[in-house]
Nanobody
Framework: QVQLVESGGGLVQPGGSLRLSCLTSGFTFSSRYMTWYRQAPGKEREWVAG????????QYAEAVKGRFTISRDDAKNTVYLQMNSLKPEDTAVYYC?????????WGQGTQVTVSS
């Protein structure tokens, strides 16, 4: 079955960096568009970044453009989110997501807290 497992979250000071990982299994990772979302307390889940298969073109939400980098390693079935220059408003639970055969799959999420 399809599984997505995020890791790498934690507590970081403003201006700091974290790298999130999403290890996947149960589907052909190399052919899927992979995305990161986040959900802050009291807010709706929002799209953060996406990386296409077959070339790895990337897309970013305006709020993270220039600070976050999404990448993929098809040999490891893993998608990453490198987050630099973190701000308190980046505090959220971060989820990876994909769609396989019209069904949407989410990981369990990893908490990122940006605070001094």
């Amino acid at each position: 079955q399809v599984q997505l497992v995020e890791s790498g979250g934690g507590l970081v000071q403003p201006g700091g960096s974290l790298r999130l990982s999403c290890l996947t299994s149960g589907f052909t990772f190399s052919s899927r568009y992979m995305t990161w979302y986040r959900q802050a307390p009291g807010k709706e889940r929002e799209w953060v970044a996406g990386v296409f298969a077959f070339g790895g073109n990337t897309q970013y939400a305006e709020a993270v453009k220039g600070r976050f980098t999404i990448s993929r390693d098809d040999a490891k079935n893993t998608v990453y989110l490198q987050m630099n220059s973190l701000k308190p408003e980046d505090t959220a639970v971060y989820y990876c997501r994909t769609v396989v055969s019209t069904q949407t799959y989410w990981g369990q999420g990893t908490q990122v807290t940006v605070s001094s």
